[in-house]
């Protein structure tokens, strides 16, 4: 292609009526395939439960639950790290001395 063929396009693609119609045809396209979507989502839950394999919902849900025990932990070691050191903890030799 030469560059006058490229500016040509450019001026094609490159305004609001052209805006729009892509956006309409793509908002048609989209509305037509839901309920094929739906269906096949519907399927491949079927088939992943028959499998006894987990669904994109189930992974979803357990990273959200790793997420929030990731947070707690890192709460906990936070105040963990706050509290002030006892004396057999600031001397561990006296500790091992005393426990044996």
Same mark, same amino acid.
Request: hydrophobic share 35%; proline share 4%; aromatic share 4%.
């Given at each position: 292609?030469? &560059? @006058?063929?490229? +500016?040509?396009?450019?001026?094609?693609?490159?305004?609001?009526?052209?805006?729009?119609?892509?956006?309409?045809?793509?908002? *048609?396209?989209?509305?037509?395939? $839901? #309920?094929? !979507?739906?269906?096949?989502?519907? *399927?491949?839950? &079927?088939?992943?439960? &028959?499998?006894?394999? #987990?669904? !994109?919902?189930?992974?979803?849900?357990?990273? @959200?639950?790793?997420?929030?025990? +990731?947070?707690?932990?890192?709460?906990? @070691? $936070?105040?963990?790290? =706050?509290? #002030? !050191? %006892? +004396? %057999? =903890? *600031?001397? #561990?030799?006296?500790? +091992? @001395?005393?426990?044996?």
């Amino acid at each position: 292609m030469h &560059q @006058e063929e490229y +500016e040509r396009i450019y001026l094609i693609v490159n305004n609001d009526v052209y805006a729009q119609a892509s956006g309409a045809m793509l908002d *048609a396209w989209l509305t037509s395939s $839901a #309920p094929v !979507r739906k269906a096949i989502e519907s *399927a491949m839950t &079927q088939g992943l439960a &028959q499998l006894n394999m #987990p669904t !994109r919902t189930d992974i979803t849900s357990l990273a @959200e639950r790793l997420t929030h025990i +990731e947070m707690r932990l890192d709460d906990l @070691e $936070a105040k963990l790290d =706050e509290r #002030p !050191r %006892s +004396e %057999s =903890e *600031a001397t #561990p030799g006296k500790a +091992e @001395e005393t426990s044996a």
